[in-house]
């Protein structure tokens, strides 16, 4: 989560190799579509940002998370588009589908029609395990 909670992403572990210019963090952005982003992007783009769990999730599902939802690299940004449509995505509908189509675990905290970072920071499902200010 980023900046005052305006842009979600899910860390591939698989692809950080201990540089902030890996690209590790799968997210969607406008006119590029579902892509990976690098550290260094949150860094320069936000003053704030919230790394955040899923407690309930086990290593496996966290695993089987990020495969859910690699899948869909490529696929078109659109902010319009319905959790449940897998044409179309937005920053914060990957980390939500990828726990939701993997495993069940529906992190949107108010489960509205679209899933907001700050209904993912929200969540009862997801914990806050570090904060960094700029």
């Not at 309930?56 to 899948?71: G, H, L, N, P, Y």
Request: charged letters at 30%; glycine letters at 6%.
């Amino acid at each position: 989560m980023q900046g005052a909670i305006r842009h979600a992403a899910i860390f591939d572990s698989r692809r950080y190799h201990g540089s902030i210019d890996d690209k590790c963090l799968l997210t969607a952005e406008p006119d590029q579509g579902v892509i990976y982003e690098t550290i260094r992007f949150y860094r320069e783009n936000f003053s704030e940002a919230w790394g955040l769990t899923v407690p309930k999730a086990t290593i496996e599902e966290r695993v089987k998370a990020v495969d859910e939802v690699s899948k869909f690299v490529g696929k078109p940004y659109s902010w319009r588009a319905d959790k449940n449509d897998d044409e179309n995505w937005y920053c914060s509908k990957v980390p939500w589908a990828a726990y939701k189509k993997s495993s069940g675990i529906d992190i949107d905290g108010n489960g509205g029609f679209w899933v907001l970072p700050i209904d993912i920071f929200t969540s009862k499902e997801t914990e806050v395990f570090e904060y960094s200010n700029s």
